[in-house]
């Protein structure tokens, strides 16, 4: 059996949504996401809306961003308000994070589907996610919100290169990723912390740098660019300029991760002290 080409998977991504009488987007502004509301608007027009959620785990940049594509779009855009610093569970910073994190968003979505009685919520998850622990994932599927890129069998590669066709202007961004994934695992999120990281990361942008993360080890910023960045990183009067930059934030030690950019950075066990 010959595989489906993209352009089958695009009709079928778009009879998924021809099929829906109205739909609510959990929409970030990252590519996949963004796929899902340009399709949904294609189809429904006015009943397709888009959410944010504002939180201090979301980078200003990223809002800025998704602002920006949805009225590229030309998309109805919301924006609701939420704290997930309000959240024991969340703030403890275990495994269980990401759960916690999409309950509320979803538990958002939910009350704005009420005053919207037959509206879908979807999000953006596709293929690739569901070969990764995704504690998200499982809060998705216990509020009912829909995956549609899962349900018309589209990859990571196949969404960017959709987004490229469809004219999106994100359609090469970065992959993002909520900045409470930059404290390590069992380390309290605090506001101060995420305040931080975001600011360090705006040094990185301001420099030139797409692909950075700022890990937050105490008193240790440990910096992740992509491989073939690390010599612009590296030379002498930028890497002054970014060390004291990030320091007056309050670090105490600015580090260059050699290994270079990665998704699931935080996950590398935090430094220790030599006994």
Request: charged share 30%; glycine share 6%; aromatic share 4%.
């Amino acid at each position: 059996m010959q595989p489906l080409s993209l352009e089958h998977k695009l009709h079928h991504l778009r009879e998924i949504f021809a099929a829906m009488d109205s739909v609510l987007v959990a929409y970030s502004g990252g590519i996949d996401s963004t796929v899902v509301l340009k399709v949904a608007y294609d189809q429904l027009q006015d009943r397709a809306v888009g959410v944010t959620a504002i939180s201090p785990t979301f980078p200003a940049v990223e809002l800025d961003s998704a602002t920006r594509v949805a009225k590229e779009i030309g998309v109805r855009h919301e924006l609701v308000q939420t704290d997930q610093l309000m959240i024991p569970a969340f703030i403890e910073n275990d495994a269980n994070r990401c759960f916690h994190c999409k309950t509320d968003l979803y538990q958002l979505l939910g009350k704005l589907r009420e005053t919207r009685a037959s509206a879908v919520i979807v999000d953006g998850t596709n293929l690739d996610d569901l070969g990764d622990d995704r504690p998200g994932i499982k809060a998705a599927r216990e509020w009912g919100v829909r995956s549609p890129l899962v349900e018309a069998n589209l990859s990571k590669a196949e969404i960017r290169s959709l987004a490229k066709d469809l004219d999106l202007s994100n359609w090469d961004k970065p992959a993002a990723a909520c900045l409470s994934s930059r404290i390590p695992r069992g380390i309290t999120i605090t506001r101060e912390k995420l305040s931080r990281v975001e600011q360090a990361e705006e040094v990185l942008l301001a420099e030139g740098f797409r692909h950075c993360r700022v890990r937050d080890h105490g008193e240790i910023a440990r910096i992740e660019v992509r491989q073939d960045e690390l010599i612009r990183i590296l030379d002498g009067e930028r890497g002054t300029r970014i060390s004291r930059r990030v320091k007056e934030l309050g670090f105490r030690f600015v580090t260059i991760d050699l290994e270079g950019y990665r998704p699931g950075g935080m996950s590398i066990a935090p430094p220790r002290p030599a006994k």
